[in-house]
Nanobody, 119 residues
Framework: VQLQASGGGLVQAGGSLRLSCRAS????????MAWYRQAPGKTRELVGS???????SLADSMKGRFTISSDNAKNTVLLQTQSLKPEDTAVYYC??????????????WGQGTQVTVSS
């Protein structure tokens, strides 16, 4: 299973970005997909997640500014960000919990996409 994230970049404070992550490979079913982020010198933190039934959760500091959604047909999770702040600057990582077609469970992160918010 591979996770390919895209959509990061440099944006001014107050701006928006749309991050996308597609899971590919021997995917039987996806249990959960999520976004994490890690700022320099800080631990990785959960941004939000979406389960196979469509239920979502977001960290409190991102509620009202970020929206997480999925395109199940494309095994893709999206993170729409708006009203970005300099403290949102981080590498954003896609995460997936997948049952493969071989019956194994894959749990892991993609390579990350950099989001930089200038003040």
């Amino acid at each position: 299973v591979q996770l390919q994230a895209s959509g990061g970049g440099l944006v001014q404070a107050g701006g928006s970005l749309r991050l996308s992550c597609r899971a590919s490979g021997s995917i039987g079913s996806i249990n959960v997909m999520a976004w994490y982020r890690q700022a320099p010198g800080k631990t990785r933190e959960l941004v939000g997640s979406i389960a196979t039934d469509g239920s979502t959760s977001l960290a409190d500091s991102m509620k009202g500014r970020f929206t997480i959604s999925s395109d199940n047909a494309k095994n893709t999770v999206l993170l729409q960000t708006q009203s970005l702040k300099p403290e949102d600057t981080a590498v954003y990582y896609c995460y997936a919990d997948v049952l493969t077609t071989y019956g194994d469970r894959f749990v892991g992160w993609g390579q990350g996409t950099q989001v930089t918010v200038s003040s």
